[in-house]
């Protein structure tokens, strides 16, 4: 199983440019670390970005929850993705048929497809979702995602929605559908010479869950057990009490507690 891997093995595995990418910065900066910046303003969200900008892989965003959202925001973004060395993850979860979703991925206020280097998607639709997408994205090198568990109580995303999710993104393949929001490695491992990467949210150190679904594991149960590539974690690093300082340190504490996770696997 690919995931007993290095990071820097499954490079070569991939033909999409942004699923190397991705391997490559894990394997560079020595980090599985997600931070997913679910703020409101677009200075707060840039703020936390360079905070935590060093020790992530990836940022993740929900661009549509940024009150004065502008083009000028999404270049900033670019510009540090770039300098600080990570991907940028626009976490819209489309859920439609194949032509709204590609509007919606292209056009409108946000434009994703010209800042998102990846982004995700409901199965829900059927696989009209992934071609759709896949017009947009394909030609510009980016990459999707498909949403095969969610982390949140009571979800109806499992079992066999599950697998036939995993089965789409396989007949759909691995151009540019890489990987799945999921709990567990689905089946990911049991399909011979193909690599998935598996990210996971709904991942907390302090807290067990919220008031509203949410439920938080810790980086050794979701990268050591459950064999989880990424860790993303919101409100965890975000929204620690402390200041600036503070949000930095918790990322880096994210960024060493995923890594040990990861080396750990990779040693049994
Ligand atoms: O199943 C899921 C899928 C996603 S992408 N559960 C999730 O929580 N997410 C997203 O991860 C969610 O939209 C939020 O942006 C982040 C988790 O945030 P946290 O503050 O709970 O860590």
Same mark, same amino acid.
Not at 37 to 40: E, G, H, I, M, N
Not at 62 to 69: A, S, Y
């Given at each position: 199983p690919t995931t007993l891997l290095p990071y820097s093995e499954r490079i070569q595995l991939h033909t999409n440019p942004t699923a190397k990418r991705i391997l490559e910065i894990m394997d560079r900066k020595k980090t599985n670390l997600a931070v997913s910046? +679910?703020?409101?303003t677009a200075e707060e969200a840039l703020e936390v970005v360079r905070r935590v900008g060093e020790s992530v892989c990836m940022v993740k965003t929900?661009?549509?929850?940024?009150? +004065?959202?502008t083009l000028a925001f999404s270049e900033e973004l670019v510009k540090l993705s770039k300098e600080l060395d990570f991907v940028i993850f626009e976490d819209r979860k489309f859920a439609d048929i194949g032509n709204t979703v590609s509007l919606q991925y292209s056009s409108g206020v946000h434009k994703i497809s010209s800042w998102a280097d990846l982004t995700n998607a409901h199965s829900v639709p059927g696989p009209g979702i992934i071609k759709g997408l896949s017009t947009v994205g394909q030609p510009l090198g980016r990459a999707l995602i498909l949403l095969a568990e969610m982390s949140s109580s009571g979800s109806l995303a499992v079992d066999g929605y599950t697998k036939q999710t995993f089965q789409m993104a396989k007949d759909a393949g691995r151009e540019f559908v890489v990987g799945f929001i999921a709990q567990s490695r689905i089946d990911t491992d049991i399909s011979d010479g193909e690599d998935w990467l598996i990210l996971s949210p709904g991942v907390g150190l302090a807290a067990k869950g919220d008031s509203l679904g949410q439920q938080y594991r810790t980086p050794k149960e979701v990268v050591g057990d459950a064999g989880a590539d990424v860790i993303i974690v919101g409100r965890g690093i975000y929204g620690i009490k402390g200041g600036e300082q503070a949000v930095k340190d918790e990322a880096e504490r994210y960024r060493k507690e995923g890594w040990k996770a990861y080396e750990e696997r990779l040693q049994r």
């Open positions: 910046v +679910d703020v409101t929900h661009c549509d929850i940024i009150e +004065d959202f």
